[in-house]
């Protein structure tokens, strides 16, 4: 039997509560950039793939010429409103992480939220120190749900997938190839 030794953690929707600030940072956007602004519901669905991606089924007229100002567009709204729509962890999280390390579990997050952005969030949410590895979707060719951070992450970390566990909260969290 092969011993757990490493846990992947998405960040969004797992270790904080990002949605409202997402949604309203999409809403912005697509108000600056002359786009009918779509309802919660459709922005929530999108939440976890690479922000290119979630632009493009939220918004099929956009042509991929104008992705670059509407990522631009979205993350000037997201650094705006990050200060006003504070993301909070989830109750316990800290504890939690702070058990699973004291145990000996390794804790690493992979996330389709850009590198920077996530560790902004883990330190200011003293999450930091329970964390020891972080790949965002920058730092990977292919963001998720392509498999290619969990991938990556056991390679870094020398484990094998059966001493990893994946939590997410969205099927995006992983896909199998």
Request: net charge negative; hydrophobic share 45%.
């Amino acid at each position: 039997m092969t011993t757990l030794k490493l846990i992947i953690l998405d960040f969004d929707g797992t270790l904080a509560d990002t949605r409202e600030l997402i949604v309203h940072t999409h809403q912005e956007a697509m108000c600056r950039m002359n786009h009918p602004v779509v309802d919660e519901a459709a922005i929530v669905s999108t939440i976890g793939l690479p922000l290119r991606e979630g632009i493009h089924i939220m918004c099929p007229d956009v042509v991929p010429e104008d992705l670059p100002a509407w990522v631009k567009t979205y993350r000037m709204v997201f650094d705006r409103l990050k200060n006003q729509i504070v993301p909070a962890i989830f109750p316990s999280i800290r504890e939690t992480l702070a058990f699973l390390t004291g145990k000996g579990y390794k804790c690493t997050v992979a996330s389709s939220r850009g590198a920077e952005s996530l560790n902004a969030f883990l330190k200011a949410m003293r999450l930091a120190p329970y964390i020891s590895y972080v790949l965002g979707a920058d730092d990977v060719t292919h963001a998720k749900p392509h498999p290619e951070p969990v991938l990556k992450t056991l390679r870094d970390s020398a484990c094998q997938p059966t001493e990893a566990l994946v939590v997410g909260d969205m099927p995006v969290d992983i896909q199998r190839v």
